[in-house]
């Protein structure tokens, strides 16, 4: 969330020992500055954003203005599988299979389809220097490659443990791309125990695949509950007992000191600041992302929302960058979200799939409104086959306001709303029908006011989502 490696262009910097020789290097490069002024729009980065931002510049016409550099050897793919259906132990997803945009109802986009659309497709490749000045990057093949238009979708890193603590060892493993999953995949085949470190997205995601397959996993958190940043304690006791029930165990308020290593030098146990020693052959951890400035030169955001400093049409800035000449989209992008009024990034597929689109079109000449999204998550686990059943959540708005309340005991429904005053900021809604889900964003985003003491007494999950609706 198997490989076809697509070469960087090399380099080629052979010495001149004849004038003729010169003369036909001295065309070749000609007609090469030439190719490449032609195309006009550089894209760095190959996640989910690029694969959506290219598909709006081909649907606009612009395929053939277009180079793809991203680091990894496959095109771009719908990342969120990587923690999903990639984990299964039956039939797991892999590429060509969920590349960009079938995640989105596109097609999908091989390696051949960008050939076919005339996109320049640069994998294995790294942009090492942007010249914002004079509009130019260099790459780690030696290359420096002109652009009228840069777009920056690099996305979010992963945070690491240190070496020092052990975070290297052979065993450890993290989730950032399709090399990552494949290696965990490969990993949970032949593993006996399983420790996550993390109780987020990621660590339930994977904790719960690692369930399904008998490992037992220990999950560590320094929160007191699961998803600690968007839930409380009240939302996460039921899905923890979900998990308890498959097999897994939770570690709450707990901080890790260090991966013990076993006497072949791999990972063999997680050692806790308490003491405790957890025995596992397989450690994932999941403890969130890291988002600096991808380049010097780039404006960032004040305080700690990382990433890249745009507007609200993710335009970046910078001493040397020309107005208009530099975007930032999906995971880096700290856009002003007109909701709230703060500056915020949204690590979320969704918002990844809609700055690229907007952006796109903003390149082709059009003039969208100031980007206006109303924050979506959610999540799927127990998907597996054999499984009773799937668990999916979704979440609409903001974290914020004076209190949660919180409807249904996941058998199968919950729903939990956040309150400001008399206003739903916030709505989660778990195994909820299709026309319910749609409904949420409008309804979170339309100020209505609502009877919060009836809220709290609704009978069922339905008849409160009715009243938010």
């Known amino acids: 969330m198997p490989r076809l490696r697509l070469p960087a262009r090399a380099r080629v910097t052979p010495r001149l020992a004849t004038r003729a020789r010169h003369s036909a290097l001295e065309s070749r490069a000609s007609r090469h500055r030439d190719d490449m002024s032609s195309r006009s729009i550089v894209v760095v980065g190959a996640g989910n954003a690029a694969g959506y931002l290219v598909r709006a510049l081909v649907s606009h016409g612009l395929g053939k203005n277009v180079t793809l550099i991203g680091a990894e050897d496959v095109a771009p793919y719908e990342r969120p599988a990587l923690t999903k259906g990639f984990l299964h132990a039956q039939n797991p997803p892999r590429l060509p299979g969920f590349h960009t945009c079938v995640g989105g109802g596109g097609e999908r986009q091989t390696p051949e389809w960008y050939v076919e659309n005339g996109v320049e497709l640069k994998l294995s490749t790294t942009v090492t220097n942007v010249d914002f000045a004079a509009k130019r990057v260099t790459t780690n093949a ?268 996941l058998n199968p429904k919950l729903a939990a709303f956040w309150i400001d005053g008399d206003k739903c900021v916030g709505a989660m809604l778990e195994s909820g029908a299709a026309d319910a889900v749609a409904a949420l964003a409008a309804a979170v985003r339309s100020g209505k006011s609502i009877d919060v003491a009836a809220l709290r007494a609704a009978a069922s999950v339905d008849d409160a989502v009715a009243m938010i609706l």
């Open 142 to 409: 030696g290359e420096s490659i002109g652009y009228e238009t840069l777009v920056l979708a690099t996305g979010c890193g992963v945070i690491r443990l240190p070496a020092a603590m052990g975070g290297e060892l052979p065993g450890v493993r993290y989730v950032r791309d399709n090399a990552d999953g494949l290696a965990l995949a490969a990993a949970m085949e032949t593993a006996k125990k399983a420790a996550v470190v993390g109780g987020g997205y990621i660590g339930l995601e994977v904790a719960a695949s690692c369930a399904t397959r008998g490992l037992k996993p220990e999950v560590i958190m320094m929160e007191p509950h699961v998803m600690g940043r968007l839930w409380n304690a009240d939302i996460a006791k039921h899905y923890e007992a979900l998990y308890e029930a498959r097999g897994a165990t939770f570690h709450r308020s707990s901080k890790v000191k260090d991966i013990v290593a076993g006497a072949d030098g791999a990972a063999r146990g997680v050692r806790l600041e308490s003491g405790e020693t957890i025995d596992a052959d397989l450690v994932v951890v999941g403890i969130g992302a890291t988002a600096p400035v991808p380049f010097e030169g780039l404006d960032a955001p004040e305080g700690r929302v990382g990433g890249v400093k745009v507007d609200a049409r993710f335009r970046a800035s910078g001493p040397a960058v020309e107005p208009g000449s530099v975007y930032a989209i999906g995971d880096i992008a700290a856009f002003p979200l007109k909701l709230t009024g703060e500056t915020v990034r949204l690590e979320h597929v969704k918002h990844a799939r809609d700055s690229a689109a907007y952006v796109g079109d903003l390149i082709a000449g059009k003039t969208p409104a100031e980007y206006d999204p109303t924050p979506y998550f959610y999540s799927r686990v127990f998907e597996h086959p054999g499984t009773e059943r799937a668990v999916n959540w979704v979440f609409y708005g903001v974290q914020t306001g004076d209190e949660i309340i919180t409807i249904g005991d």
